[in-house]
């Protein structure tokens, strides 16, 4: 045999010894004794792997009664992560419902004892709000109770879903519109807003009278300017357009304040609807009407678009010579130049107009020129009152104030609290007896003679009372006294977020006994 060749039979003959390959898989354990044969050590090698084997056994053992441990734990954690899923969805439910007992007991009492200057607590009230209203978790009304229509009211022709507003002060600077609105009123009133950026008085400027749930504040109409308001409005237009499918551009925030979103081009909720509240400059001089009037119509400019109700502010006590503005013929004609600037607004429906007065100013003559001022100028109707000059006496009758608030007593400013409430609802009555007498006098021949008119073939003028309502008692008197929305400040920021459901649901009760 060739030497060439031997490699070849060499690998024949193993071919031949070995196990054909359907063999190996049935029968793997043929192999061994043959290995073993021609390996005598794999034997041994084996013997010496037995407790390595024995080894192996045990650790099985082990893990086995480790896996209902371990099956235990994981139990636990599933318990644990549900229970804490199911405690943070209650959590939510609650602390998001203007129900919630704990924005009037808990929350109010703790921001007050956190935040000693009322401003600062004001400030965090609202940057929280925005916060929380950004992400979904503010409070807000659960379940509708304006859907039974039994507190709806028709304003400026709307079928408005209730008869409760929030006055200016409370978002001085449009920053939180929609979560106001989300607690239950049909009228928000944010504001007021200045031509220029103006800082208002020195600070302190808040105080606080607890036993009297009362404030006393000189802010002085502190304000970022209607230019800044005009953009914080025009941009929440904006989203709600993107939002509403409209597209992001100029032409869907024309369709949005032009109605096609059927919703009103101010609050942009079904039912409800937005005030914006103007004033003028501190600095601008007192005695000069028409820089006066150029004022209020730069406001008006800025922001009517985004506004379902103009509020002329003539009666902020803190603002040196602008109650003055009150008298029949400097306020017909600032009332006419804003009502010509709201007629002027590029949108098809136009931002109605109203103003607000003192209720310091409550002399007939006084209540008689501004009514005249009203009729002439075209004004759609009056906000009556406002914050007050004078100290009332405290509650109840004979209640003797701690000397610190006897102290704060003393500060100047406008008082604000439940004391306000039997004045303001008088100044209702009496300026619904005034103007439903309809204008004082018109032109009615061709000789110039002055005739009266019937007051029955013009539009109703609409008062919105404001002044010490604190519940759902208050607001129905307001409301039989001739308003026809009542209006809050201090009661919100004592009783909570809760405060306008809470009123609803006793102003209910309250049409229900009658």
């Given at each position: 045999?060739?030497?060439?060749?031997?490699?070849?039979?060499?690998?024949?003959?193993?071919?031949?010894?070995?196990?054909?390959?359907?063999?190996?898989?049935?029968?793997?354990?043929?192999?061994?004794?043959?290995?073993?044969?021609?390996?005598?050590?794999?034997?041994?090698?084996?013997?010496?792997?037995?407790?390595?084997?024995?080894?192996?056994?045990?650790?099985?053992?082990?893990?086995?009664?480790?896996?209902?441990?371990?099956?235990?734990?994981?139990?636990?954690?599933?318990?644990?992560?549900?229970?804490?899923?199911?405690?943070?969805?209650?959590?939510?439910?609650?602390?998001?419902?203007?129900?919630?007992?704990?924005?009037?007991?808990?929350?109010?009492?703790?921001?007050?004892?956190l935040y000693p200057d009322a401003e600062d607590a004001h400030h965090v009230g609202v940057d929280n709000l925005k916060l929380?209203?950004?992400?979904?978790?503010?409070?807000?009304?659960?379940?509708?109770?304006?859907?039974?229509?039994?507190?709806?009211?028709?304003?400026?022709?709307?079928?408005?879903?209730?008869?409760?507003?929030?006055?200016?002060?409370?978002?001085?600077?449009?920053?939180?519109?929609?979560?106001?609105?989300?607690?239950?009123?049909?009228?928000?009133?944010?504001?007021?807003?200045?031509?220029?950026?103006?800082?208002?008085?020195?600070?302190?400027?808040?105080?606080?009278?607890?036993?009297?749930?009362?404030?006393?504040?000189?802010?002085?109409?502190?304000?970022?300017?209607?230019?800044?308001?005009?953009?914080?409005?025009?941009?929440?237009?904006?989203?709600?357009?993107?939002?509403?499918?409209?597209?992001?551009?100029?032409?869907?925030?024309?369709?949005?304040?032009?109605?096609?979103?059927?919703?009103?081009?101010?609050?942009?909720?079904?039912?409800?609807?937005?005030?914006?509240?103007?004033?003028?400059?501190?600095?601008?001089?007192?005695?000069?009407?028409?820089?006066?009037?150029?004022?209020?119509?730069?406001?008006?400019?800025?922001?009517?678009?985004?506004?379902?109700?103009?509020?002329?502010?003539?009666?902020?006590?803190?603002?040196?010579?602008?109650?003055?503005?009150?008298?029949?013929?400097?306020?017909?004609?600032?009332?006419?130049?804003?009502?010509?600037?709201?007629?002027?607004?590029?949108?098809?429906?136009?931002?109605?107009?109203?103003?607000?007065?003192?209720?310091?100013?409550?002399?007939?003559?006084?209540?008689?020129?501004?009514?005249?001022?009203?009729?002439?100028?075209?004004?759609?109707?009056?906000?009556?009152?406002?914050?007050?000059?004078?100290?009332?006496?405290?509650?109840?009758?004979?209640?003797?104030?701690?000397?610190?608030?006897?102290?704060?007593?003393?500060?100047?400013?406008?008082?604000?609290?439940?004391?306000?409430?039997?004045?303001?609802?008088?100044?209702?009555?009496?300026?619904?007896?005034?103007?439903?007498?309809?204008?004082?006098?018109?032109?009615?021949?061709?000789?110039?003679?002055?005739?009266?008119?019937?007051?029955?073939?013009?539009?109703?003028?609409?008062?919105?009372?404001?002044?010490?309502?604190?519940?759902?008692?208050?607001?129905?008197?307001?409301?039989?006294?001739?308003?026809?929305?009542?209006?809050?400040?201090?009661?919100?920021?004592?009783?909570?977020?809760?405060?306008?459901?809470?009123?609803?649901?006793?102003?209910?009760?309250?049409?229900?006994?009658?």
């Amino acid at each position: 045999m060739s030497s060439s060749a031997a490699p070849i039979a060499w690998r024949a003959n193993l071919r031949a010894r070995a196990l054909p390959a359907s063999q190996w898989s049935r029968r793997p354990s043929a192999l061994l004794p043959k290995r073993a044969e021609r390996c005598p050590g794999a034997v041994r090698y084996a013997s010496e792997s037995a407790p390595a084997q024995s080894a192996a056994a045990e650790t099985v053992k082990e893990a086995s009664k480790e896996i209902p441990k371990k099956a235990g734990r994981g139990s636990r954690k599933a318990l644990y992560g549900t229970s804490l899923a199911v405690v943070l969805l209650v959590g939510y439910i609650y602390g998001t419902d203007t129900r919630a007992s704990i924005h009037q007991y808990a929350v109010v009492p703790l921001i007050r004892l956190l935040y000693p200057d009322a401003e600062d607590a004001h400030h965090v009230g609202v940057d929280n709000l925005k916060l929380l209203y950004r992400y979904g978790l503010h409070p807000r009304e659960r379940g509708n109770p304006d859907s039974d229509g039994a507190l709806a009211t028709e304003v400026f022709g709307y079928t408005l879903s209730n008869p409760i507003g929030i006055s200016a002060g409370l978002d001085k600077h449009a920053d939180i519109p929609d979560a106001l609105l989300d607690i239950g009123p049909a009228v928000v009133e944010v504001g007021g807003t200045t031509p220029l950026p103006q800082e208002g008085n020195p600070k302190p400027r808040v105080f606080r009278l607890p036993s009297q749930h009362a404030m006393i504040n000189r802010y002085g109409l502190n304000s970022k300017g209607a230019d800044h308001m005009a953009a914080v409005l025009k941009q929440r237009v904006r989203d709600f357009a993107y939002a509403a499918g409209f597209g992001d551009h100029d032409f869907a925030e024309q369709r949005v304040l032009d109605g096609e979103a059927n919703v009103p081009p101010g609050s942009l909720v079904p039912g409800k609807l937005l005030a914006v509240q103007v004033a003028k400059n501190k600095l601008t001089p007192d005695g000069d009407i028409e820089a006066i009037k150029r004022d209020y119509v730069y406001c008006v400019d800025r922001v009517a678009r985004y506004a379902d109700i103009l509020v002329v502010n003539v009666s902020s006590p803190n603002t040196p010579g602008l109650r003055d503005l009150q008298a029949a013929a400097p306020l017909t004609a600032i009332l006419t130049a804003v009502v010509g600037a709201a007629q002027n607004v590029d949108r098809k429906t136009k931002p109605y107009v109203m103003v607000k007065v003192s209720p310091d100013e409550d002399s007939n003559e006084q209540i008689s020129g501004i009514c005249e001022a009203v009729w002439n100028s075209g004004v759609d109707g009056v906000i009556v009152g406002n914050t007050t000059n004078r100290r009332p006496e405290p509650l109840p009758k004979g209640f003797v104030l701690p000397a610190k608030e006897q102290q704060t007593l003393k500060e100047t400013g406008g008082y604000s609290g439940p004391q306000l409430f039997d004045r303001s609802v008088a100044l209702v009555g009496r300026y619904r007896a005034m103007l439903d007498q309809g204008p004082p006098s018109q032109t009615g021949s061709a000789e110039g003679e002055n005739a009266p008119v019937d007051a029955a073939s013009l539009p109703r003028k609409v008062i919105f009372a404001s002044g010490g309502i604190t519940n759902g008692r208050e607001a129905q008197k307001a409301l039989e006294a001739g308003a026809s929305v009542a209006m809050m400040y201090t009661g919100l920021v004592y009783g909570g977020v809760g405060t306008v459901t809470r009123v609803k649901q006793e102003l209910r009760e309250e049409l229900q006994r009658k």
